[in-house]
């Protein structure tokens, strides 16, 4: 039986992989050997992000510019990250035109969005957002993917053309990563994905905005603050 170690004593190397292995710290791969991963930036998802960012989509524009999501959800400056969106049209399926109301195969503006911390390799989370084409249209900048990073987002993105964001819905279920999945977020093995569905509502209760996200359970956080009201 081990004794006790003195502080400042090193451990012996078996023990001392263990350690590390038993943190998830460690990357081993068939015919690469095994190596210390470095720590990833955790992400702490809070459902107060919501009001924040509609607050923000009315502000200046040098305002919006300063910030946005992710630095809210990290606590990283926008210039320690590196962002990534692109464009495409698609006919919406019909698990996505049931949820906008709209006939199956009408044209959604898909953008895939990815960011990651300059330091990293692996993005925080993988993001599709879907909109109904006609719906913004009248903004033909928001068509255009070369305008992105948006100040202000989404939320901002859809004040352009009218529309007030009134309600946001967010369902989360979680499961194992595909192939795909486990690379494009250089999980560890064993580790979960949790998915997010989030719709976004107008005042008047209209579907304008369905995105899926898909995080890595290894470096995510949710946040759920309920205010009750008073007796």
């Not at 003195?6 to 015919?31: F, N, S, W």
């Not at 107060?48 to 960012?53: A, C, L, M, N, P």
């Not at 495409?88 to 990815?114: C, I, M, N, Q, S």
């Not at 290894?218 to 007796?231: A, C, G, H, M, S």
Request: with cysteine.
């Amino acid at each position: 039986m081990e004794g006790p170690r003195r502080i400042g004593e090193r451990a012996p190397v078996p023990k001392a992989y263990e350690l590390i292995a038993d943190d998830r710290l460690t990357d081993g791969r068939h015919g690469r050997g095994t190596r210390v991963r470095r720590q990833r930036t955790p992400v702490v998802r809070h459902n107060g992000r919501h009001q924040w960012e509609k607050d923000r989509a009315r502000q200046p524009l040098a305002t919006r510019a300063r910030t946005g999501a992710t630095e809210h959800d990290t606590g990283l400056p926008s210039h320690h990250l590196v962002f990534d969106a692109k464009y495409r049209e698609t006919k919406a399926p019909k698990d996505l035109a049931d949820a906008f109301g709209v006939p199956d195969g009408t044209v959604l503006l898909e953008r895939t969005y990815r960011t990651r911390c300059a330091a990293e390799t692996a993005p925080f989370s993988l993001v599709t957002s879907y909109l109904v084409r006609d719906v913004v249209a009248g903004n033909p900048d928001l068509l255009d993917d070369s305008n992105e990073p948006w100040p202000g987002g989404t939320q901002n993105q859809l004040l352009t053309v009218g529309i007030e964001v009134g309600r946001i819905e967010e369902r989360f279920t979680a499961r194992p990563p595909t192939p795909e999945e486990a690379q494009e977020l250089e999980l560890p093995p064993g580790t979960p994905v949790i998915l997010l569905r989030k719709t976004s509502y107008d005042t008047g209760g209209r579907v304008v905005d369905v995105t899926d996200v898909t995080l890595p359970g290894d470096r995510t956080e949710l946040v759920f603050v309920t205010p009750l009201e008073r007796w």
